[in-house]
């Protein structure tokens, strides 16, 4: 470890139960509730939600989102694309935070990063709108500088890094995927931007993304819900936790 990271902040972990509801909607029903499944990452020393309402409602529907609100005390992070719908969904039940992702119909999972330098012009009134009701904006970038410029132009506060292609690579391609998030992540901080990361990270490969001491939160998903069906979501939480602390 070495001393920059040994004296960063401690990192925040925000689990995305998107997949919860997935499992749920796959036979219809209420089981297995994603409401159930904040319950436990507050439980369990988790510091966010992070659900995705997507325009096909393929995993949380608009019904969870008062749910999990009412349910725990955690902070809300709204993954959300820029459209008209979203921004009025965000508005009418004020999360802590609402990231602005891209969103492909046909896509399986978010697949890259939001153009956020090549969309000003659509995403500058979405970003006013939110910000404007005191929702903390997040734009998923990919870790560009011409995206953190875009992010410091549209005045986001917050930006999240995919680490998909990090997390993909092996060998010295992931040694260069590593620097340039650890670059990116420096270049934010620099400029005010709170920097956050996620996308396909994992126990094995959590460590090194989470002793990059600018980074301040990461947002985690799909594998902690896969290794939950093994051992369960409270563990799975807690071993990630203590993954990423033992990095700091």
Do not use: W
């Amino acid at each position: 470890m070495t001393g920059a990271a040994a004296s960063a902040p401690r990192l925040r972990l925000g689990v995305n139960i998107d997949h919860v509801a997935t499992v749920r909607n796959a036979r219809g029903g209420d089981h297995p509730d994603p409401v159930r499944a904040a319950e436990i990452v507050a439980s369990v020393g988790g510091d966010g939600i992070t659900a995705h309402l997507r325009e096909d409602r393929r995993h949380i529907r608009d019904e969870d989102i008062a749910r999990i609100q009412a349910a725990t005390s955690l902070p809300l992070n709204f993954e959300m694309a820029a459209t008209d719908e979203m921004v009025a969904i965000a508005l009418r039940h004020r999360p802590h935070a609402a990231c602005i992702v891209p969103e492909r119909r046909e896509e399986r999972t978010t697949e890259g990063g939001l153009d956020a330098a090549g969309q000003h012009n659509r995403l500058a009134p979405a970003i006013a709108r939110l910000s404007d009701a005191g929702i903390r904006v997040s734009l998923f970038i990919a870790p560009e500088p011409r995206q953190i410029e875009a992010a410091l132009r549209l005045g986001a506060p917050v930006v999240e890094l995919h680490t998909g292609e990090y997390a993909h690579a092996t060998g010295e391609a992931r040694a260069i995927e590593l620097k340039r998030i650890a670059d990116m992540a420096a270049l934010a901080a620099r400029n005010g931007i709170e920097p956050h990361a996620g996308h396909g990270l994992t126990y094995d490969n959590v460590q090194a993304i989470a002793a990059i001491p600018q980074l301040a939160e990461l947002n985690i998903g799909h594998y902690l819900i896969g290794e939950a069906i093994f051992t369960g979501l409270a563990d799975a939480v807690r071993r990630m936790r203590d993954l990423m602390d033992a990095a700091r």
